[in-house]
T-cell receptor, first 109, second 112 residues
Framework: AQRVTQPEKLLSVFKGAPVELKCNYS??????LFWYVQYSRQRLQLLLR??SRESIKGFTADLNKGETSFHLKKPFAQEEDSAMYYC???????????FGKGTRLSVIA | NAGVTQTPKFRVLKTGQSMTLLCAQD?????MYWYRQDPGMGLRLIHY???????AKGEVPDGYNVSRLKKQNFLLGLESAAPSQTSVYFC???????????FGPGTRLTVL
C-alpha cells in the first residue's frame, strides 16, 4: 500500500531563513505528488504538483524517485508562509489522494 | 460560484445521536470525497464517489455512511455518533481524479 511520511510535526524557522519540509513516500509505481497548504482559518488549497514543475509563492519541490522524496523548499521564509503543509500522493490512474500527517510551519519574525 | 460548501459549520452531538453532513459543489465535478482531520493524523479518507449514484469506502469508513443521489451533493451520515468521531470533516471535489481537489471550509463536530 502507498504511504506518505512527513517526519516533522512542527518546523520553526526565522524570517528570511531557508525552509525545507520533508516528504517521503512508499509506492512501487510512478506516483503523482502534491503539496497542499492550509493557512489559519482557511480551507486546504493546492500549492503545487510535481508534474507542473512550477514555483508557487517562492516554493519549489522536486520529485526524487531514487530517494522516494518530494521535499518542499523555499530559499527565504516569510511570516505569511506560516501554515499547515500536507504532502499527498496519488497512484497512477484515477485514484484518491493519500495524505501525509502534515507539518506545521511557523515562521518567526 | 461558491465552490465547495459544507453544512453545518459546527455541531455538538451526544453519544448515540445521528446526524448528516452536507457537501455541495457548483462546479459540476464528478468526484467527491469526505475526509476527517485529526491532530497528528493528517487527513484520512472516509468515503468517496466517482459519480452520481456511486460511492466507495476509503481508509476509515466504519461508523459512517454516504449517499450521492445528486451530482452536486455528497452526504455523510453518522448513524450513532461516538466520541471517537469528534473531528473536523472536510469535503472535496474534482472534475477528474487526475486534477486538483477543491476543499470545503470544514465542519467541526464534537461528540460528547
Amino acid at each position: 500500500a502507498q504511504r506518505v511520511t512527513q517526519p516533522e510535526k512542527l518546523l520553526s524557522v526565522f524570517k528570511g531563513a531557508p525552509v525545507e519540509l520533508k516528504c517521503n513516500y512508499s509506492y512501487s509505481g510512478s506516483p503523482e505528488l502534491f503539496w497542499y497548504v492550509q493557512y489559519s482559518r482557511q480551507r486546504l488549497q493546492l500549492l503545487l504538483r510535481h508534474i507542473s514543475r512550477e514555483s508557487i509563492k517562492g516554493f519549489t519541490a522536486d520529485l526524487n524517485k531514487g530517494e522516494t522524496s518530494f521535499h518542499l523548499k523555499k530559499p527565504f521564509a516569510q511570516e505569511e508562509d506560516s501554515a499547515m503543509y500536507y504532502c499527498a500522493l496519488r497512484r497512477s490512474g484515477n485514484t484518491p489522494l493519500v495524505f501525509g500527517k502534515g507539518t506545521r510551519l511557523s515562521v518567526i519574525a | 460560484n461558491a465552490g465547495v460548501t459544507q453544512t453545518p459549520k459546527f455541531r455538538v452531538l451526544k453519544t448515540g445521536q445521528s446526524m448528516t453532513l452536507l457537501c455541495a459543489q457548483d462546479m459540476n465535478h464528478e468526484y467527491m470525497y469526505w475526509y476527517r482531520q485529526d491532530p497528528g493524523m493528517g487527513l484520512r479518507l472516509i468515503h468517496y464517489s466517482v459519480g452520481e449514484g456511486t460511492t466507495a469506502k476509503g481508509e476509515v469508513p466504519d461508523g459512517y455512511n454516504v449517499s450521492r443521489l445528486k451530482k452536486q451533493n455528497f452526504l455523510l451520515g453518522l448513524e450513532s455518533a461516538a466520541p471517537s468521531q469528534t473531528s473536523v470533516y472536510f469535503c472535496a471535489s474534482t472534475d477528474s481524479g487526475y486534477n486538483e481537489q477543491f476543499f470545503g471550509p470544514g465542519t467541526r463536530l464534537t461528540v460528547l
